[in-house]
């Protein structure tokens, strides 16, 4: 019995070692990667903003990021806030669930101009409007339809007839959403806010026609 005991209390020893050196391994490089995949995306963020300046914040851990660019020239964006949420790689035993919940590394843009929008409008994914997704707060005095753009169903919420036909020019130039969830324009705030599920591919590719697209928006009109 004792050579028994003896043998469970090494094994259970054995598994102990095992799974320590798993959780030091998985941290270290869940931080490496985390931040290969932060580097990388605040780098194509400036190229595709181009911002005179940009302030890099750490807002949690190895988990959470935020930049703020600024442009010094008077045109029509005044600041671009972004928030950059990852899924939390350097903790194996949370991982599995924080996958379920966030199901993928989050990107978060608010783009604020100097001239208003011709009205509100907001595209949102179906899939994206279930568990955890946006609220938004004037969806009272909004008109909706659904769209397929690419191959994926979306929400359409407008306000005046000329936002939607704003909306066509984007999926017009735009036929793929790629990870775009959400783009919402915002009169009352004079902000664009464009929600992107991150996954493997590169973001520039489809935040720069809605960057660019943006400055039709809220160009001046009569």
């Keep these: 019995m004792e050579a028994f005991g003896g043998n469970v209390t090494v094994s259970v020893l054995i598994v102990i070692i095992a799974v320590s050196v798993f ?21 194509e963020l400036v190229t595709v903003f181009k911002p005179d300046e940009q ?86 005095r909004l008109r909706q339809t659904e769209f397929k753009w690419g191959e994926l169903e979306f929400l359409f919420y407008y306000e005046q007839d000329r936002m939607m036909d704003q909306f066509e020019m984007l999926i017009a130039s735009l036929q793929d959403p790629g990870p775009i969830k959400h783009i919402a324009i915002v009169p009352d705030q004079r902000r664009g806010y464009i929600f992107m599920g991150l996954q493997k591919e590169p973001i520039e590719a489809y935040l720069a026609p809605v960057y660019d697209w943006l400055f039709h928006v809220f160009e001046p009109y009569e």
């Design 55 to 140: 302030i890099f914040t750490n807002i949690g851990g190895v988990v959470g990021h935020h930049g703020t660019f600024s442009f010094n020239e008077r045109g029509s964006v005044s600041r671009i806030d972004v928030t950059l949420t990852l899924l939390p790689r350097q903790a194996p035993l949370y991982m599995p669930i924080s996958k379920l919940l966030m199901r993928y590394d989050r990107l978060f843009i608010s783009v604020y101009m100097r001239y208003p929008p011709p009205g509100e409008g907001h595209i949102i994914e179906r899939g994206y409007t279930g568990f955890r997704g946006p609220t938004i707060t004037n969806i009272s």
């Design 23 to 43: 959780i030091a391994f998985s941290f270290h490089s869940g931080k490496r990667k985390n931040k290969e995949i932060f580097t990388g995306i605040f780098k």
